[in-house]
Structures are given as C-alpha cells and as structure tokens.
C-alpha cells in the first residue's frame, strides 16, 4: 500500500483508480488546481528547477527523494499513513469503538467544517508568501520557501481528497470554493484573520512558520488522533511534511538573530539605530515581530470556551495534543480547566469544565512548544555574550479572539486603559517604521552561497547538499 | 552484525545535535523500535536500543539527527547525559585517526564491523540502494573482526602506475592459505596495519575494496587482490605519511598480514543474463570495477549467458599514466566493455572529468537506464557523487522520466550503488 502509482495521472496510495467516480473527481478539481498554482503560486518561478523534497511513499525511505522539480511539475498528490485495522476511537462519548472508516452522518457537517477550515489555511499561505521569492536572501532560503509552497499544495490536495471521497456533492462544492476565496480579498477571503494577513518580508515569513505553521502542527496533531480514520491517517503524514516548515522558520529566525549579534559584537554596540545603520535588524525590533505573531496566532485556536471544542472532542472528531500519550479518562466529564478572566480590572484565574476549555487546552500546549524554540534562540544571543532575552508575551496581549479580546494588557500581563496601551503600542508591536526597515533590507540574493547582510548562513544544507549547493536553478 | 563486548572497543554512538534540533518528534514517530525519547529540552537517543537503521534519518527536517560520535563501548553517553546537553560534546580526541584516514584513497577507516556499517551507510544513505540486486549471489560478512583476525600472506605486489609519476598506486595479492575467506565482487577487507599510535594505542584497521572476482586474482586459489594508493599527503596538500597504505605498498611477497572481513552486502554485482552493469570510478576506486569486469570477463571465455548484457565504464584519473589498469583495459575488445576515460590533467587538452565524459554519452547512458536490468556501481572521491546524479538525473529528464522516480526506483530495486570516500 505503501508505493504510489505514478502512471496515474495523480499520484496516490489510496487505490484512486479503483474507486472511477472519485478519480474523475478529482481529475476535474487537478486542472483547476494548477491554474490556481500558475495564478496566485510563486511569483515568477514557475520556469525554476528547484532541489525540492518529493514524497514517493509514506515509510521512511520513500518520503524524502530529492531532485530538480520545475514547480508546476512537482508531483502532488494523495499520501495516508498505513492502516491500522484494530485502531479505536480513543476519546469522547464513542472511546473503545472501532474508528472509522466512513463519516457517521451525525457527524459529517461537523467533520466538513473542520476540514475545510484546515484545508482552507495551505493555499491561504502559499497566496501570502508568493511574492517572497522576488525577495529572497539567498538561493538556499528560496529553496525553502518553495519546498514549503509545494508542500502546503500537498497539503490541501490531502483535505480535497477527504472532501471528495467521503462528502459527495457537498464536498466538491468545498474544493472548488477552497481554490475561489484569496488571501486578503476583500469579497471572499480566507477563513481564518492570520490567513488574510500580509507576509511582506523574510522576518514575516519566518516568525509565520515558527509561531503560524505551529499551530498549523498542533491543529494536525489533534486531528491524527481523530476516530475519522481517513482523517488521523491523512494529518498524521501531513505532520512530517509540516516539521520542515517550523524548521525553516525556527533556524531562519535564529540565523537573523546570530547576524545581529554578531554585528553588535563587531560594533560593540545595542544602539538600534547604529544596528540598522549596518544592515541588521536590531532585537528589540526581533521581540516586537515576536509579538505580533504570536498573538495573532494563539487567536487561531478560537475562544477559550467554546462548546463547539467540547462537542467536537465528545464525538470522537478532533482529540487533544498526544490525546493518546495522555493518562486520564479520555472522556473529561469531572474534569474542570483554568482560563483567563477579567474580575475587577485584573486578570484571574477561573476553572470551567475541562471539555469546554478544550481550545484553551490545545493553546497552552502551544505556547509551552513555541517558548521552547525562543529559550533556544535566546541561546544564540547568549552565547554571543549579550544579555538580551526574548520573551513571548503574556496569553492576553494583544488578542482578538475569546473573552480576552477588548481589553488591555501589557506584553508583561498587567490589564491598563486604552489610552495607556495605545501610547505604549509602539514599544510592542512592529511600527510602520519597523516594517519599512525591514522592508528596505530585502534585496534579492541568489547567488549560490551568498547570504544577505542581515542574516547569517545555516550550518548545513539540505539532504547533505553543501551551503553552496545550487538549490534553484534559473533558466 | 558482530556483536562488540570488548572494553577497548571503539564504537560509534548515535547523537542527536541539540543545537539544530527543532524538537519536531518526527524521529521519535519514525523510528520503529522506540529508540528515540525525548525530555522538555531534548530529544535522545538511547544507546542500548538504536540499531543504526537510518530510518529517522531522511525525515529530519534539520540534520541534527545525522551525528555518529565514536565512544568507547562502555562508556557512551547515557540518555540522561544527553538530557543536559546544550551542545553536541566534542568528538573523542582519541579516536580521531593520527593520519587522515579519508585521504587514504581507496579507504575508508573502520575501527569495527559497527563502524563499517555506519560509515558505508552513513555516508551514501540518501542517494544509493541499502539493498543489493536481486540477482545478486548471498555475501558472507564479518566472519574475521578485530577479536579474531585472519593471517594472510602476500604473494604479489605490482605497481600499476607508469614509473614517470608521483602517483604511487599498488595492486596486491593476498593469500589466505587453508583460512575461509569467501567474497563477491564489490566486497571489501580491513588490514590492520602492525605497531601503535603515538597514543600507545593499535592502530584501527583501513577498509580496502577487492579488485580480484569471487574466484580468486589467480582462478580457484584461496587468494584476493587489492588496490592501494600511497598516501604522501592529505586534502589539503600537506605532508603526511598514510600509516596504512604505506604499509601495504612497502610489503614484499612473503610478508603476513592482519585482515579482518569481508564487508560489504549491498554493493554487490548482479548475475542475471543481460543484466547491464554501468561503472563510474577514479582512481582507487576502481577496485571493484575491475573486479566485477573479472568476473564478466572469464564467464565471457567460458561462454556463459549473462555475459549477454552490456558493460559500460566511466574511469577517471589525472593523467593516462596514473590509471591504474590503464594497460589492461586497453586490450579488452570493445564490444565487450565501453570504456570512456576522462582525464583531468592532460598537459595541453582541457580537464576533463567523469561526468564530462558521461554527459558525452547521454544518449547510450539513456538507453541504458531506460533497461531495467541496467545496474550502477559509483566507487571514488565524495566529491564526484554529485556530478554523477547530475548527469543521471539529466540523462532521465532528456528521455521524459522523472528523476526523483526513478532513482527511487533505482535505490529500491537495488540498481543504484554509492561508494565514495
């Protein structure tokens, strides 16, 4: 089951070509598809050969062959992790039952929305990062980039086939919809606000796959242990691809971090303004993209209580984070969970019902992930002998979503006015001058081997390929 | 594998470099007997468990998970060691070679049989089969370690370089008398070179391909043959004496010789008829080159079928004159090898390497990999294993295949073979 079928005109593990309807199907969505690629893919690389990963089976061995792939060529295409036919339902009401293998119909509008909100957000990122390209500092971050972009495609192609096997008519509607709404579009945009942000420049784009791509994991994470088989064996291979997406974003934001260090060092200096008179990104403005992030990200995991959360986690749908490594009931009717409140113009704590808290639970597994890549970046800037720390910010800075949406808190945690937030937002968040230096940084390095000023070179290459390997070819 | 109990026994130990590590847990998840655990800080290997699969290595997404350490057997490095570590420790000073094992062209430095396999694996996981041909004969392995060594006797030692060059490249013939010493064609020995290190310590064996086939360098004796090349200096052009190759060129016929092997069960020829062998080498590394158009070439006397398939050979060197086997090959007929030199260093005529010549022959090259029962054998310099995909990869692309598919396929099925040092 494992190998894929290439002379199929879409590669698969799943037997496409003994079930007609769904592979005519899906024959139809495929040209809409690369139109959608060739329209609002990478701006003006489509000619490129790039050293691109392609997957050719889901072991091992097979998931990672590299080679020079013209984009539009890349093989996208339908890849389930190997069936385990005695998997349960491992949480909720349906805990001990046999998973299964077709949407129960009490569930499916349910199950349809989750997928095509997950779905909805892979295209949504190859749309905010197309014109990154143009930009790139240098021939192996543009490679990734691309990896990235195709990867994501992959990715809605493995929620277009859930759609298409098992929601019939409804479920192409929502194909062809996932490829008709556009990031940012002000008529029919992307479902979820970070999707319609901007990614204008390379610091963006890292501290999007860091903190954004993360919670694109922990989504996944939560959906491999759903009691939809079709759904846990789907997310669970889109999760090995999904890790060189953080990569990306972990190293990139860390390699910007060793430059300026490293310039300070030279300069002997943390004036910020002497820092960017050098070409580098001073770290205050680092802390405050930081920010930005990941508040805008941490709304991606919805209210804090939400009874949708808890109906979803009660039907067996979409579990926790390592649902399965967890040693409790799986079902949490007696358990209760602590969310942020305001009381008396000051946060509290308050305990719900763990079942509605659910988002909140996912959230805070989030954080306590994304703080471990900061603490290693703040490594960086240690060993470099600077006493700087990043810092994420508090839960309830700068959030749009749940009960902690409309009020005022400092990155530190404490509740103040408006008027104070306001005068002190230029401090947290990335201000229009912060994102027009950044801007005036981005010039196109593609030479290979050369890095832009601002950032410093990886310390190894991709599959073993030196730094200086040729990973895009120009033609 | 042998297993290593010994207490001075060097073994490589399986590292997970904190620094680069994401924490992603696609190791963990991958790893198919649980070998890989993970704290609030790190992820680690543990080092009674891994059995140096490589399954987890093409899914990390950094690199960090590529790191073989050699430690002393008792002594490595404990998953709650790992857990404290901010960085990767430094590499035992004491097992780093006295004279830079990897110059020593044709070789590769194997402490132990462990060793071999990490290092042959390690080094070309990525891009060449772990399996043999199908058709390939059963190799036996590691039947003589570092704990039972085999005596073999020398009974020739030619040179195979014009006398005019620097280039001092040896072909030996060792005799291993009434000893079972079975081997196939791509296998390959270690000799432990006599004496101590400046550390008192014995010095490790060096890996040296077999240049003679399964039958022997004279036909139906107990005997091998090998290709060394005398290492004077290192990569970067200094002065250094290889303690191993100068041994085996400076020995005389009568001399003994501490061996350990054979190793190798991948890099193995295939014996089907009109299996098509493709041979891309420099230097030393044609070893098993020649001994697998040996091998072709007797049962071609012999009038045996599978000599029906085509043999083609991409043989690089400096100059003509530091070709080993330069004369020889000359004298086989051509319509039973295609022979394509490349020389880098020809006084007045452009450098030309392997793939230069291969890139010549793009059309035949195609028509080979097109045929299914086309096998390819790379023996040489690290450095030429990337041009050599190149020009396979733009072979495949000018015939309409898709590269990536078909060197899946080709690792897959055992048809693609990497070694390079």
């Known amino acids: ?45 489509q000619d490129f050969d790039v050293y691109l990963r392609t997957a050719t089976s889901v072991d091992p061995q097979g998931w990672a062959s590299f080679g020079y792939v013209k984009m539009p060529d890349y093989r996208w295409g339908i890849f389930l992790n190997p069936r385990d036919v005695e998997r349960q339902v491992n949480f909720g009401e349906h805990k001990g039952e046999k998973a299964w293998q077709d949407v129960p119909g009490e569930h499916r509008a349910n199950l349809r929305r989750i997928i095509v909100t997950q ?12 014109y990154l390209g143009l930009t790139a500092p240098s021939m192996y971050d543009l490679r990734n980039l691309f990896q990235v972009n195709v990867e994501e495609g992959r990715h809605l192609w493995a929620m277009v086939y859930l759609l298409h096997k098992h929601f019939g008519r409804d479920g192409r509607e929502e194909a062809e919809a996932l490829l008709e709404r556009n990031s940012g579009d002000q008529d029919n945009p992307r479902i979820l606000a970070a999707f319609n942000e901007k990614t204008p420049d390379w610091l963006s784009f890292y501290m999007f796959t860091y903190f954004t791509d993360r919670d694109g994991k922990f989504q996944l994470c939560a959906l491999a242990e759903s009691g939809f088989d079709p759904l846990a064996r789907t997310t669970k291979f889109m999760l090995t691809e999904e890790a060189h997406h953080m990569f990306v974003g972990e190293s990139g934001v860390s390699r910007v971090i060793q430059r300026t260090c490293e310039v300070m060092n030279q300069l002997k200096t943390d004036d910020a303004a002497r820092l960017r008179e050098a070409g580098v990104i001073d770290l205050e403005t680092i802390q405050r993209y930081l920010n930005f992030h990941f508040s805008v990200t941490i709304d991606l995991f919805g209210a804090d209580e939400s ?30 969970y602590n969310v942020l409140a305001v009381q008396d113009g000051r946060l509290v704590e308050r305990s719900v019902p763990m079942l509605n808290a659910l988002n909140e639970v996912l959230r805070d597994d989030y954080i306590k992930d994304s703080v471990g890549g900061v603490n290693r970046w703040n490594k960086v800037i240690e060993k470099a002998g600077i006493s700087f720390r990043l810092k994420t910010p508090h839960k309830a800075f700068n959030r749009s979503i749940g009960t902690l949406s409309g009020i005022f808190v400092s990155p530190e945690g404490t509740m103040m006015s408006e008027a104070e937030w306001v005068r002190r937002e230029r401090d947290w968040l990335p201000t229009s001058e912060d994102r027009a230096f950044v801007a005036s940084l981005m010039g196109r390095v593609v030479e290979p081997g050369k890095f832009a000023n601002w950032i410093a070179p990886p310390v190894m290459g991709i599959n073993r390929q030196p730094v200086d390997f040729e990973y895009v070819r120009f033609n | 594998m042998a297993t290593i109990e010994q207490a001075q026994v060097i073994k490589k130990q399986h590292l997970i470099d904190p620094e680069i590590c994401i924490r992603c847990n696609t190791c ?180 040296y391909s077999l240049a003679s086939p399964r039958d022997g360098e004279r036909p139906r004796y107990n005997n091998v043959s090998i290709t060394v090349k005398r290492v004077v200096q290192d990569y970067d052009g200094n002065a250094v004496k290889g303690v191993c190759s100068n041994y085996v060129c400076d020995l005389q016929k009568g001399d003994k010789v501490q ?52 043999l083609m050979l991409f043989f690089g060197a400096r100059c003509k004159e530091e070709l080993p086997y330069f004369g020889p090959l000359n004298k086989l007929p051509k319509d039973f090898i295609d022979i394509n030199f490349a020389f880098s260093r020809t006084p007045g005529q452009p450098k030309k390497y392997v793939q230069d010549v291969m890139r010549e022959r793009l059309p035949d090259l195609l028509a080979l990999l097109k045929d299914e029962d086309t ?19 733009e072979a495949a692309t000018a015939g309409g295949m898709v590269w990536p598919e078909l060197h899946a396929t080709l690792r897959q099925k055992g048809r693609l073979h990497l070694e390079t040092y």
């Not at chain 2, 096998?375 to 990869?393: F, T």
């Open chain 1, 1 to 45: 089951m494992s190998s894929i079928n290439y002379n199929e005109k879409i590669p698969n593990n799943v037997n496409l070509s003994e079930d007609r309807t769904l592979q005519r199907a899906l024959e139809h969505w495929q040209p809409n598809y690369r139109k959608w690629w060739n329209e609002m893919g990478p701006e003006g690389s």
């Open chain 1, 119 to 130: 779905g909805d957000t892979e295209p949504a990122s190859v749309e905010q990062q197309r």
């Open chain 1, 307 to 336: 009874s949708n959360a808890a109906t979803f986690y009660n039907t067996g749908l979409k579990g926790r984070y390592e649902e399965t490594k967890r040693d409790d009931d799986h079902k949490l009717y007696d358990r209760t």
């Open chain 2, 28 to 207: 963990e998840e991958t790893c198919p007997i649980d070998a890989i655990t993970h704290d609030g800080t790190n992820y680690v290997v543990k080092p009674d468990v891994c059995n140096h699969c490589m399954a987890c290595v093409a899914p990390c997404p950094t690199g960090a998970i590529d790191n073989w350490q050699p430690v002393h057997a008792e002594k490595m490095y404990s998953i709650d060691e790992q857990y404290t570590w901010d960085e990767l420790p430094a590499p035992l000073a004491l097992d780093v070679p006295d004279t830079p094992a990897v110059a020593d062209a044709g070789t590769t430095d194997v402490n132990t049989e462990a060793d071999a396999e990490v290092t042959i694996q390690g080094s070309n996981y990525v891009a060449g089969s772990q399996i043999p041909p199908w058709s390939a004969s059963h190799s036996y392995t590691n039947l003589y370690g570092t704990r039972n060594v085999v005596t073999a006797t020398v009974s020739g030692n030619y040179r195979l370089t014009d006398d005019a060059s620097d280039s001092d490249i040896r072909h030996v013939v060792l005799d291993f008398g009434d000893a079972p010493f079975p081997v196939l064609e791509g296998q390959s020995i270690g000799i432990i070179p006599p004496g101590t290190d400046a550390g008192e310590r014995l010095h490790h064996a060096r890996q």
């Open chain 2, 259 to 310: 061996v350990i092997g054979p190793f190798g069960h991948t890099f193995l020829m295939p014996n089907h008829p009109g299996a098509n062998i493709i041979m891309i080498c420099t230097g030393t590394g044609s070893a098993p080159m020649r001994a697998m158009t040996e091998r072709r070439r007797r049962k071609h006397l012999e009038g045996q079928g599978d000599a029906r398939g085509k």
């Open chain 2, 375 to 393: 096998y390819i054998y790379v023996c040489g310099v690290k450095g030429m294993e990337s041009g050599v995909l190149d020009v396979l990869q």
